[in-house]
Every structure is written in C-alpha cells, then in structure tokens.
C-alpha cells in the first residue's frame, strides 16, 4: 500500500486544488503541491532504500493492477519526483498573478501521479493508464492559456499526433496477449527465456510497440508536436517536454529490453530512427528563433540519442542519458522563462542581448546548462553523450561503415557463428560459440548472430566475441 500512495498523494493534491484550489490564496496551492509531490520522492526513495516494493490488486480478469518498485522504476521515481518537485518550487513564482494559478498545480500533480503511475507499472494496462494519463495531462496544460487560438491548436496537435502511437502501443499489447497469455511484464519477462513463439510475429509486436515510443518522445515520424507544445508556461516545458514525459518512450524500451534483445533487426531500426532524429532535431534547432522552440528541437535531438543507445542495447547508457537530460535540460528551460519573464513574454532570440547585466544568475544557470548540453567535459552532458557514441562504435553494428555494410553486402558469404556467446541465432541465451572468422575471407564487421552477413568494409570481423553486450 505504500507503494500506491506514491501515486495518492499528488493525484490526492489534484482532487484538492481542483475542487477547492480557487478558494486558496496564492501562493498556498502552490505550496500544497510541491509538498505533496515532496513527501511522494521521500516515501519512493525510502521504498528503494528498503529494498523495493510490489503492489498487485485484482482488477480485470487475468490483468492485476500490479506495480513494482525495483532498480529501474525507482531510477525513474526519483527523476519524476525530484526533478519535478523542483520545478514546482520554481512554478510557484513564475505563475505568481495568474487568473489560473490554482488550477495550474492540480494540472501538474495530475501529471506527477500518471507519471509514477506510467514507471511503476509491471503490466503493460497499467502502464497504458499511466501513458494515456500524461498525455492528458499534457493536453491541458500545453493549452492552460486556451483563450488562445493558437496555444489551443498546439495542443490539439500534440493530443492528436500522440493517439497514433498509442494505437501502436494497443496493436502491440494485443499481439503479446495473443502470444503469451498475458501481458504482465514479470510474467512476459519469464516466458521469453523459452523459445521464441513465432519470431516475425514477436518482431512485429516490438516494432508496434516502439511506434508508441516514437510518438511519445517525438521520434521521427512524429516529432511535428514536441516544437508547437511549447505555447504552455515554461514550467510545463521543463517538466514535461524535457525531464520526464517525452523520455517515457525511452522507459519503455528499457523496460521492454527482454523483449527487444531478442529482436535485434527491431532493435537495429530502434538505433537508426535514433540516429535520423538526433541529427533532424540538431538540425534544425539552427533555423529557429523562438528561445524555447531552439531548446525544444535540441530537446528532439537529446531524445534520439537516447534510443540510438537503447538500439544498440546499451540500455543502462540511454537511462543515464535520460538523468543528465533532465537536470540540464530543465535547467536550460527554467533559464529561457526566466528570460521571457525578464522581458515582458518576448520569445525572439533575434531582440534579445546584453542581458547578462541584468539576469547575472541566469546568465551562468543558462551558460552551465547549454555546456553541459553541448558534453563540455566534466560536466554531466560529456559523460553520458560520450557513453552513447562509445557504445554505439562498440556494438557490432556501430560505425558508418557497419550502416553502410548493412544496406550494400547483404550477399556477401556469412560469417560462422561464435564459440561461448551468450547469444543464439536470434539473439537469445544459450549459444555455445564465439565470432570466429568466416570460412571465407571477410574483410568487414560482423555480428555474433549466425545469420548475420560479413560486410566488406575496412574492418577485420570482430574476434573475440563483445560478449559485454548481452542485455540480460
């Protein structure tokens, strides 16, 4: 139960403000907010320290409402949580006089509770509620000015490009019940240590899966709402579209990593889309000059490294990612509104300068925040950034020459499997191999699944075997 209350306590703050937060004098809703989202990161960090938590109560047939605390939930916890109870502190200024203040922070402990609802899930319904639930949350706050066209479209858009990957996620969940039975993550978890059940099938339920994460976290194709989400207040923008919702694709795949290293072409079109949308994001963030709308698009770009780490297998690697992100980017955010604030709601770069004498402290939050940002080194952005290219150069697909391999020497002669790898012909456990060279000559990088082919690069084929990438 005292896992459930994680999530009461601010959907609790939620009921409260909601129905009597107008009757509340600034800055108590505020203050009623923050704290209850305070003492919900003081009871999941106590959980954790205690050695995790489960909840399960009957709901539907055969479906548990079930959560589990464990390392990588309570990882996320304390991200949603902390980062947020932050920024709550921080929205109790920045919203100070608005005619909405109060319905403003039942918004955002409705968004906290989905959101620890989303993470904590060990079934895929329960964890849909929470998907669903941010996804409304972020509805109504990226529209909190709605008496604003133009801020009302925006999140019109963001609602309705968000439905199509979540018919991915349904379409997903409903090939995994068809094959398995169930679709508690523990009990998935389980049954993918036996053989596979019809691999193309399987392959198609990660692929549909993952569409939910591309249009959770603003993956290419449907990164067209993240820039537009950012007509709500700059608090909305650091807490939600910088440190917690859009990065819940990325949980998914984390959470899901039994399921994709067993699917390694899913998980090689994971890397790729990855990559295409780091470089789009980065791109483009050159041709803007709303404030918000460059963190915005360097916030797609963020979001593409992190599953091009999570593509290669580096799971661990893209959940470090999605921690430093979301300190430096909601940093950088926080910078931004104060600079909005300072200049009256003005959000062009191009009548912006010579401010720092007059915003001193945000002018060295918003230089740290834009060099971490940028991997200076020694500061959080260099460690986890450099862990995703390593990785990514590492991992048998890594490297321009593997991509350009991949699509051009498909025929080339197949590499013999390898003696000792923890990886079968289809990624799973159980091989007794390791990469040897081919019995013809190989020139170009290979792979530890025997059907992979040797590309003819520049590169001998890999010896011994990167035995270091075995997700399990």
Same mark, same amino acid.
């Given at each position: 139960?005292?896992?459930?209350?994680?999530?009461l306590?601010?959907?609790?703050?939620?009921?409260?403000?909601?129905?009597?937060?107008?009757?509340?004098q600034?800055?108590l809703p505020g203050?009623?907010?923050?704290?209850?989202?305070l003492?919900?990161?003081?009871l999941?960090?106590?959980?954790?320290?205690s050695g995790?938590?489960?909840?399960?109560?009957?709901?539907?047939?055969g *479906?548990?409402f079930?959560l589990l605390?464990?390392? %990588?939930?309570?990882?996320?916890?304390?991200?949603?949580?902390?980062?947020?109870?932050?920024?709550?502190?921080?929205?109790?200024?920045?919203?100070h006089?608005? +005619?909405?203040?109060s319905?403003?922070?039942?918004?955002?402990?409705?968004?906290i509770?989905?959101?620890?609802t989303?993470?904590l899930a060990?079934?895929?319904?329960?964890?849909? *509620?929470?998907?669903?639930?941010v996804?409304l949350?972020?509805?109504?706050?990226?529209?909190?000015?709605?008496?604003n066209a133009?801020?009302?479209?925006s999140?019109?858009?963001?609602?309705? &490009?968000?439905?199509?990957?979540? $018919?991915?996620?349904?379409?997903?969940?409903?090939i995994?019940?068809?094959l398995?039975?169930?679709?508690?993550?523990?009990?998935?978890?389980?049954a993918?240590?036996? +053989?596979?059940?019809?691999?193309?099938l399987?392959?198609l339920?990660? %692929?549909?899966?993952?569409?939910?994460?591309?249009?959770?976290?603003?993956? *290419?194709?449907?990164? &067209?709402?993240l820039?537009d989400?950012?007509?709500?207040p700059?608090p909305?923008?650091? %807490?939600?579209?910088a440190? !917690?919702?859009?990065?819940?694709?990325?949980y998914l795949?984390?959470?899901?990593?039994?399921?994709?290293?067993?699917?390694?072409d &899913?998980?090689?079109?994971?890397?790729v889309?990855?990559l295409?949308?780091?470089?789009?994001?980065? %791109?483009?963030?050159?041709g803007?000059?709303? *404030?918000?709308?460059?963190?915005?698009?360097s916030?797609? @770009?963020?979001?593409?490294y992190?599953f091009?780490?999570?593509?290669?297998g580096?799971?661990?690697?893209?959940?470090f990612?999605v921690f430093?992100?979301a300190f430096?980017?909601? $940093?950088?955010?926080?910078?931004?509104?104060? &600079?909005i604030?300072?200049?009256g709601?003005?959000q062009?770069?191009?009548?912006?300068?010579g401010?720092?004498?007059?915003?001193?402290?945000?002018r060295?939050?918003g230089?740290?925040?834009?060099l971490?940002?940028?991997?200076?080194p020694?500061l959080?952005?260099?460690? @986890?950034?450099?862990?995703?290219?390593?990785?990514t150069? /590492?991992? +048998?697909?890594?490297?321009?020459?593997? !991509?350009?391999?991949?699509?051009?020497?498909?025929?080339?002669?197949?590499?013999?499997p390898c003696?000792?790898?923890?990886?079968?012909?289809?990624?799973?456990?159980?091989?007794?191999? /390791?990469?040897?060279?081919p019995?013809?000559s190989?020139?170009?990088?290979?792979?530890?699944w025997p059907?992979?082919?040797?590309?003819?690069?520049?590169?001998?084929?890999?010896?011994?075997?990167?035995t270091?990438?075995?997700?399990?």
């Amino acid at each position: 139960m005292a896992l459930l209350s994680t999530i009461l306590l601010p959907l609790l703050g939620f009921a409260l403000l909601g129905l009597f937060g107008r009757r509340m004098q600034e800055p108590l809703p505020g203050v009623i907010a923050s704290g209850l989202v305070l003492a919900s990161f003081l009871l999941g960090t106590g959980l954790l320290l205690s050695g995790g938590a489960r909840f399960e109560a009957e709901w539907l047939p055969g *479906i548990p409402f079930s959560l589990l605390l464990d390392n %990588l939930s309570g990882f996320m916890l304390l991200i949603v949580t902390g980062v947020g109870f932050l920024i709550h502190v921080y929205a109790i200024g920045y919203m100070h006089g608005d +005619p909405g203040f109060s319905r403003f922070f039942a918004y955002f402990n409705f968004f906290i509770a989905m959101m620890l609802t989303l993470v904590l899930a060990d079934s895929y319904p329960v964890m849909f *509620i929470g998907w669903e639930g941010v996804g409304l949350a972020s509805f109504l706050l990226i529209g909190f000015w709605y008496k604003n066209a133009q801020y009302a479209d925006s999140a019109r858009k963001a609602f309705i &490009v968000n439905r199509i990957g979540d $018919l991915g996620f349904m379409l997903g969940m409903a090939i995994l019940w068809a094959l398995f039975g169930t679709l508690s993550i523990s009990e998935l978890k389980e049954a993918m240590e036996g +053989p596979l059940r019809n691999p193309s099938l399987l392959a198609l339920a990660g %692929l549909l899966l993952f569409l939910g994460a591309v249009g959770k976290s603003a993956q *290419i194709p449907l990164m &067209v709402w993240l820039p537009d989400a950012m007509a709500g207040p700059t608090p909305v923008s650091a %807490l939600i579209h910088a440190a !917690t919702m859009v990065t819940a694709g990325v949980y998914l795949i984390a959470r899901s990593s039994f399921l994709y290293s067993a699917l390694p072409d &899913v998980s090689y079109t994971i890397a790729v889309i990855g990559l295409l949308t780091a470089a789009y994001g980065a %791109l483009s963030a050159f041709g803007q000059t709303d *404030i918000k709308k460059i963190v915005a698009y360097s916030t797609i @770009s963020q979001l593409g490294y992190m599953f091009l780490a999570a593509g290669v297998g580096a799971y661990w690697v893209a959940l470090f990612h999605v921690f430093t992100h979301a300190f430096f980017k909601a $940093l950088l955010f926080l910078a931004s509104g104060s &600079v909005i604030h300072a200049l009256g709601g003005e959000q062009d770069v191009r009548k912006m300068g010579g401010l720092w004498k007059h915003l001193p402290a945000t002018r060295w939050h918003g230089l740290i925040g834009a060099l971490a940002l940028g991997g200076l080194p020694l500061l959080s952005g260099f460690w @986890s950034k450099d862990a995703i290219l390593t990785a990514t150069l /590492t991992y +048998p697909f890594g490297g321009w020459a593997s !991509t350009w391999g991949r699509f051009s020497w498909r025929s080339s002669p197949p590499c013999t499997p390898c003696a000792g790898s923890s990886w079968s012909s289809w990624g799973r456990k159980g091989a007794t191999t /390791t990469p040897t060279r081919p019995l013809r000559s190989c020139s170009g990088p290979t792979t530890s699944w025997p059907w992979a082919r040797c590309w003819q690069a520049t590169w001998p084929c890999p010896t011994p075997c990167p035995t270091s990438w075995n997700p399990s």
